[in-house]
């Protein structure tokens, strides 16, 4: 049965009015190790339950981990591009607490001696200020299983009359990267929230280390809110929203537990320290279980694991592969394209910047690379669901493609609207551009007396429109281009039709 109850909230204004918003935010990221963090197991995604376990990550006695030394270069990259601080020696503790999906009964984590520390993440907002997020921790860890509940409504374990346990994920490298409690965000901590994951996001998927797919859990994030009032210094109880899995949902999330917690606390009540579940279906949170705190995980150091020591030299040698910030990135690419603002935040937000910028390194002009791959390809993209860059791939469509039909156009073999009909073909799988061109028939007719016929004919057609040339309106010509490239099949050249109505009748 689908969730329709939820907590009583105060309106969004008067929360901001009474109190000050507080911010923690944990994100969880898997890294795109080949194996598990632990043990040599694979980690591809989508594979039939717990075909990809052993004794190590299936917590069976005897079986000893061994640290995976992809992840820990992953995780030292991935506190370099925060500005951590990277430890000259850590190691990993176990973190002990029953779950079904936690076959150890405990997971191996780090606790109070993380790899990466104190660092911190510019986030640009909408409307081009920056907030600075600072990073708490970023600490290697691993994946837990996946509990599937069965029989209820809502896929959870109220209601289902039994579960099932896949142990593939277990093991998997998980990074968690804790942000410090973010103030002074007041009516803007939602879209702060969503901006910071956003930026996030973008820079792992450029280091390489994770595809970060929100939507595979690849990439989650937990909501930590509180409410302290106006003016004053004491943090409030928090909650802690689990595994959020977009940013949308990232933006509401905060906005529906700031009005939640101020509701409880303008009607005299108290916040519970809790977990909570969000809906993406209602868009509200219900309660999980009381949160615990560090001291009832019981942490210890893990006596079956060495300590991770990194040498300063590999951490030099790793800080030299850092690929240049997202950010700074679009902002070269943008001066470099001579893109508006507007036009470049719908390339990214397309996901278009690594293909524009492929298909200007191929040769086409970055009007061009942007017109031809925003526009109906991005159109059929919407449709079916996908990005451009994966429909793309998906139709064999290449930055060659773009650049070949711009030669066609400025070549002066195509129109524009002629290149349409060739782009569609191309989209269609016709083939690539010169061959639909060649196939369908299209060039532009280079015929300079079949173009003054065809000028001569309309103008004869239409008197009262060429009076009104003769007569200075310059506009009106318009209405006698369009009558020549439909008397010769769209075939014309529209310029040079111009300048011969032109000049016949000024």
Not at 90 to 107: L, S, T, V
Not at 361 to 390: C, F, H, Q, T, Y
Not at 467 to 480: H, N, P, T
Request: hydrophobic share 40%; with cysteine; proline share 5%.
């Amino acid at each position: 049965m689908t969730q329709t109850t939820t907590e009583a909230t105060l309106p969004y204004e008067d929360a901001l009015a009474a109190y000050e918003p507080v911010m923690g935010l944990e994100v969880h990221v898997e890294l795109n190790t080949a194996t598990k963090m632990f043990c040599g197991c694979a980690t591809t995604f989508g594979a039939q339950p717990n075909t990809q376990v052993c004794p190590v990550c299936l917590g069976l006695p005897g079986a000893l981990p061994v640290v995976n030394e992809k992840g820990v270069e992953s995780a030292i990259r991935i506190g370099l591009a925060l500005n951590c601080q990277i430890a000259p020696w850590c190691r990993f503790a176990r973190k002990n607490y029953f779950y079904p999906d936690m076959p150890k009964n405990f997971q191996t984590s780090q606790y109070d001696e993380p790899i990466a520390h104190d660092g911190h993440l510019d986030v640009e907002l909408a409307d081009g200020t920056t907030y600075r997020v600072e990073i708490e921790r970023a600490h290697m860890e691993e994946d837990t299983g996946k509990s599937l509940h069965v029989g209820g409504a809502t896929g959870r374990i109220h209601g289902a009359t039994h579960s099932l346990v896949d142990y593939n994920r277990a093991g998997i490298p998980l990074i968690e990267i804790v942000t410090k409690p973010m103030t002074g965000a007041g009516e803007r901590a939602p879209e702060i929230a969503r901006a910071y994951v956003a930026t996030l996001r973008d820079l792992l998927a450029a280091l390489g280390v994770s595809d970060v797919r929100m939507e595979q859990g690849s990439m989650r994030c937990d909501v930590n809110l509180s409410l302290m009032p106006r003016g004053s210094a004491t943090f409030g109880t928090r909650s802690e929203t689990k595994n959020v899995n977009s940013l949308r949902s990232i933006e509401r999330a905060v906005r529906f537990e700031i009005g939640r917690h101020a509701a409880i606390l303008t009607g005299g009540g108290a916040v519970v320290q809790e977990t909570r579940h969000w809906h993406e279906d209602t868009g509200i949170t219900t309660s999980g279980r009381v949160k615990s705190d560090a001291e009832d995980y019981r942490y210890f150091p893990e006596p079956d694991l060495v300590p991770v020591a990194p040498s300063a030299e590999l951490v030099e040698a790793l800080r030299a592969t850092l690929p240049e910030p997202p950010a700074a990135r679009r902002k070269r690419l943008q001066s470099a394209w001579g893109y508006s603002d507007l036009e470049m935040r719908d390339v990214v937000n397309a996901n278009l910047v690594d293909l524009i910028e492929e298909t200007v390194a191929a040769g086409a002009s970055p009007a061009a690379a942007r017109k031809w791959w925003s526009g109906e390809i991005a159109r059929r993209a919407n449709a079916e669901g996908l990005d451009v860059p994966a429909y793309a791939a998906q139709l064999a469509v290449t930055p060659a493609h773009v650049v070949e039909l711009e030669g066609l156009v400025t070549s002066g073999r195509l129109n524009d609207a002629m290149a349409r009909q060739v782009w569609d073909g191309v989209l269609a799988r016709d083939g690539a551009p010169t061959v639909v061109a060649d196939a369908r028939g299209l060039e532009l007719v280079q015929d300079s007396g079949a173009l003054e016929a065809a000028v001569d004919k309309v103008i004869a057609a239409n008197p009262d429109v060429a009076q009104k040339v003769r007569d200075g309106k310059v506009q009106a010509a318009g209405a006698l281009i369009g009558q020549v490239m439909k008397e010769m099949k769209g075939q014309a050249d529209a310029a040079a039709a111009r300048e011969l109505i032109l000049s016949q009748l000024t």
